[in-house]
Structures are given as C-alpha cells and as structure tokens.
C-alpha cells in the first residue's frame, strides 16, 4: 500500500532514460532519484532558504554570484543541511529502494548531492521569491 501510493505521486521524467546498458547507479540515479527530486523541488528550497535565513540574512542582500557561491560552500561544509536534504528524499524512498541504496550508499549519496546542488543553484532566483 505504501509502495504504490509513494510511486503514484512522483513525476514521470521523459528524458530520465533507464536502460540495461546503464550501470546501477545511473539507473538508481535517473528511476528513483530525479522523480524524487522534481516531487520534493518545493520543499527542498523552501528548507535551504530557511537554513540560509538561520545563517546568513545577508544572502538575499547579495549579488547572484555570491549567492551562487554561497550555497557551493553550504554544499561542501554544511553536514546538518546535507543530512536534512538527504533525509528529504530518503523518506520518499520505497523499502526496495531503500535496500537498493543501501548496497550502495557512499556512491549515490554523491550523485544525489550533487544533484541537489545543482537544483539549488539554478534555483537561486527562486529561493528570492518563496514566501514562509
């Protein structure tokens, strides 16, 4: 019951492309990670801006490239926030999934942080725009 109802709500992505020819981890990567990824996208920023609201108010304040730069470092230093981010789309996993990952955790914790950086960063204008 908890399988389907958590597979019904994700987002079909058309060029998140699954072949045999890929490895696990990109099949990992493009079947489970990227939907989930598109479902959680408004919660994941909403949690960064409140975090960088927690931090450092100035963010807003200033230019694309520093905030940019900001979140890369928030990326590299912050465990809470990457914990917390992680722990988003963790919840969102089936249990197959979730002992899919666990076979290889190190490796698509990697891919799945970098994917959310990279969400993050092209969404900076819209950590501007989202109201609490």
Partial sequence: MRTAALLALRPL?????VSEN???EEQFQNGIL???L???HPL???VVRQHILKKKAAFFESSITAQQQYIEQLFRTDNKLKTLLKGIVLGQFTIEEYKKYCEQSSALNKRMMTMLKKRILDSVEELQAVTL
């Fill in 13 to 17: 992505i058309e060029q998140a492309v």
């Fill in 22 to 24: 890929m490895t696990s």
């Fill in 34 to 36: 990227r939907p989930i």
């Fill in 38 to 40: 598109k479902l959680q």
């Fill in 44 to 46: 994941l920023v909403q």
